[in-house]
């Protein structure tokens, strides 16, 4: 069966940094994404980051670009999410999940590209991450 885990959350002060990795087995889709969502108390859960496994295309939220950088090793279907200058506006529950989509879709009326929620079939358990002095 599917199956992801995420690992790697934890304490850590603002302006630290922490590595959260997701591997995933139990499929043999060649196209796919993984994400990285997140969500805090009271709050919606939202995208944060994703990549592809054929062309390698990243995606990140404006809340965390330049702060936040993932990446994938393929040999091992791992995917890791590399958080810098972490802020209390971070601390959430992080997920990953795996999508057979590009995992992104283009949101005519934002301009922007966004993360589908509804397009991954398949969650980890998450882990927590706190940012706090």
């Known amino acids: 069966q599917v199956q992801l885990v995420e690992s790697g959350g934890g304490l850590v002060q603002p302006g630290g940094s922490l590595r959260l990795s997701c591997t995933a087995s139990?499929?043999?889709?060649?196209?796919?994404?993984i994400g990285w969502f997140r969500q805090a108390p009271g709050k919606e859960r939202e995208g944060v980051s994703c990549i592809s496994s054929g062309d390698d295309n990243t995606y990140y939220a404006d809340s965390v670009k330049g702060r936040f950088t993932i990446s994938r090793d393929n040999s091992k279907i791992t995917v890791y999410l590399q958080m810098n200058s972490l802020k209390p506006e971070d601390t959430a529950v992080y997920y990953c999940a795996l999508s057979q989509f590009p995992g992104t879709y283009y949101s005519v009326g934002s301009g922007k590209y966004l993360m589908n929620i509804e397009d991954y079939d398949y969650w980890g358990q998450g882990t927590q991450v706190t940012v706090s002095s």
């Open positions: 139990g499929f043999t889709l060649e196209n796919y994404s």
